[in-house]
């Protein structure tokens, strides 16, 4: 069985750093895509960052430039480095791995996984952003 085993998180003030880590343990077959996704209160739980199976890295508008995803395959960790936060970076970040393309499509897309595409999700790391 494929687990998400997040890392990472916390209370930052405006303009600094956190880094954000996501451990893949079990077997895995074939490829797949990971990515990351945030909920601010109130709202759904959104793509923010992901990479394709094939290593492309896609982001949201609002974070492009300012985080940066990567992944170690020999370790099967995703990271999420989030530079000059803001306080609307303030959300729960969930990291996912996608094992279908309709779930792939979601990660890749940076959707909205309201269809339950998306098998595996990490525990959530709570990111607080203060001015």
């Known amino acids: 069985q494929v687990q998400l085993i997040q890392s990472g998180g916390g209370s930052v003030e405006v303009g600094r750093s956190l880094k954000l880590s996501c451990a893949l343990s079990g077997r895995t077959y074939g490829s797949y895509c990971m990515g990351w996704f945030r909920q601010a209160q109130g709202n759904e739980r959104k793509g923010v960052a992901g990479?394709?199976?094939?290593?492309?890295?896609i982001y949201d508008d609002s974070v492009k430039g300012r985080f940066t995803i990567s992944q170690d395959n020999a370790k099967k960790t995703l990271y999420l480095q989030m530079d000059n936060l803001r306080p609307d970076d303030t959300a729960m970040y969930y990291c996912?791995?996608?094992?279908?393309?309709?779930?792939?499509?979601?990660?890749?897309?940076?959707?909205?996984?309201?269809?339950?595409?998306?098998?595996?999700w990490g525990q959530g790391a709570l990111v607080t952003v203060s001015s």
């Open positions: 996912a791995a996608g094992f279908s393309p309709r779930a792939c499509s979601i990660v890749t897309g940076l959707g909205v996984d309201r269809q339950n595409y998306i098998a595996v």
């Open positions: 990479i394709s199976t094939d290593g492309v890295t």
